[in-house]
């Protein structure tokens, strides 16, 4: 599968470890930035995440920030990007079950490596379960004029 990985200095490191992991898996991964811990701004990498998400049906998103708000609000202005910030790995599974969620978010001060490839893990490894679920995300895309 192919991951679009993104952060800036605040979850530079965890992103390091976590796209190790992805290689491990046997994931093409492109990391869009940032490659250092200097200062940056996260809505760069979101919007470059979340771009390349829209632009290659099929592929996902992670992406990390200190805290994993900023980042996940940033990804979520596009439109068909559902940016989930997980915590464990129960909301990772239950934000591609139940959300369709296709890009993953953390917080790099928020959550250790263990737990975050755990997210990883269970992000990567469910399926979006449709059903009674699709009416639903119809309804989290509306357009700006009010449309689906």
Not at 18 to 35: A, C, N, S
């Amino acid at each position: 599968m192919k991951i679009y990985a993104g952060s800036d200095h605040g979850g530079f490191e965890l992103k390091k470890s976590l796209i190790k992991r992805l290689h491990e898996l046997g994931h093409q991964v492109e990391d869009l930035g940032t490659h250092s811990l200097a200062s940056c701004d996260y809505p760069d990498y979101a919007h470059a995440v979340a771009a390349n998400v829209i632009a290659d049906p099929g592929s996902l998103g992670l992406l990390i920030c200190g805290s994993g708000i900023g980042i996940s609000i940033a990804a979520n202005r596009h439109h068909g990007i559902r940016a989930a910030l997980c915590r464990c790995g129960l909301e990772a599974e239950l934000s591609r079950r139940h959300n369709d969620a296709n890009v993953l978010v953390m917080g790099g001060r928020i959550v250790g490596e263990a737990l975050a490839i755990d997210m990883l893990e269970k992000f990567l490894g469910t399926d979006f379960e449709g059903g009674r679920h699709n009416n639903r995300i119809a309804k989290i895309e509306i357009t700006q004029e009010g449309q689906q």
